[in-house]
């Protein structure tokens, strides 16, 4: 799979990328690293060598937020979840590569415009806590998105910042969330054929990369700032999400 080591290194510093971000910034941004896998392979085996991976930041990453989340809206936006993950699962028996690279891409460009537009004051953030309807559609969002390109985290952002939580509370939520949805989604992986025995074997080959990228996510967590750590998201999904549409439409 990993034809030279410039893919290799590519790969690495990815799966590492992942593991900063939701060890240490929310699950918003690790799925720029499979923007950046579906670069240099096919969008199905970036997402599945992917999904294993992040499972496995999420195991690492558990513990320090154990109990440090909001669990109501958790609940809410994890049982929401289940609705969009059965959507993505039927969309990817009909859909070919290319659609995923513009679902990847796009949403990669959507979520760095959604990031500019708060930034400039174009989009508000709400100043009242979502309802309970609002969370359930937010949860089946982000369980679509995350199917499709492992890109949950906005819409459950959305809905966790408008309940007022603090910084470690929101992350320990979104720790849970994202596990829980993962599980979800290897079940209809498995069942159509993205796992297959290169990917597992790359999942081997990177799965030190995403202990070593959770743990400096949980150390990061409390050094770097969140402008710095979010400005580099936003060029590299930029970057990503524009070569990703050329590639799909050319």
């Given at each position: ?14 799966v ?42 999420d ?20 049982m929401g ?29 959507a ?6 537009g708060m930034?400039?004051g ?24 995350s ?48 796992f297959?025995a ?15 990228g959770?743990w ?15 400005g ?11 070569k ?7």
């Open positions: 799979m990993f034809a030279d080591w410039g893919i290799f290194f590519i790969a690495a510093l990815a590492t990328f992942a593991g900063i971000s939701k060890g240490g910034f929310g699950s918003g941004a690790a799925f720029a690293s499979a923007s950046i896998l579906a670069l240099v392979l096919e969008p199905a085996q970036a997402l599945g060598i992917m999904l294993p991976l992040l499972m496995l930041i195991v690492t990453t558990l513990r320090p937020y154990w109990k440090k989340w909001s669990w109501p809206d958790s609940k809410l936006l994890i979840a289940l609705p969009g993950v059965a959507l993505g699962a039927w969309l990817y028996q009909i859909a070919d590569a290319d659609v995923f690279r513009l679902l990847i891409g796009g949403i990669s460009l979520f760095v415009a959604w990031q500019l930034k400039l174009l989009i508000r953030m709400p100043r009242r806590a979502m309802p309970a309807w609002a969370g359930a559609l937010a949860g089946a969002t982000a369980g679509f998105t199917f499709v390109s492992h890109a949950g985290g906005p819409p459950a952002a959305v809905y966790l910042l408008s309940r007022g939580l603090g910084k470690t509370q929101f992350q320990a939520s979104t720790v849970l969330i994202f596990w829980a949805i993962n599980i979800a989604k290897f079940i209809p992986y498995s069942f159509l054929g993205i297959t290169q990917t597992l074997w790359a999942d081997l080959v990177l799965a030190p990369f995403a202990i070593l959770a400096l996510g949980v150390k990061a967590h409390h050094i770097v700032p969140e402008r710095l750590f979010f580099l998201t936003y060029v590299l999904l930029g970057v990503t999400g524009i990703l549409i050329w590639d799909a439409l050319t």
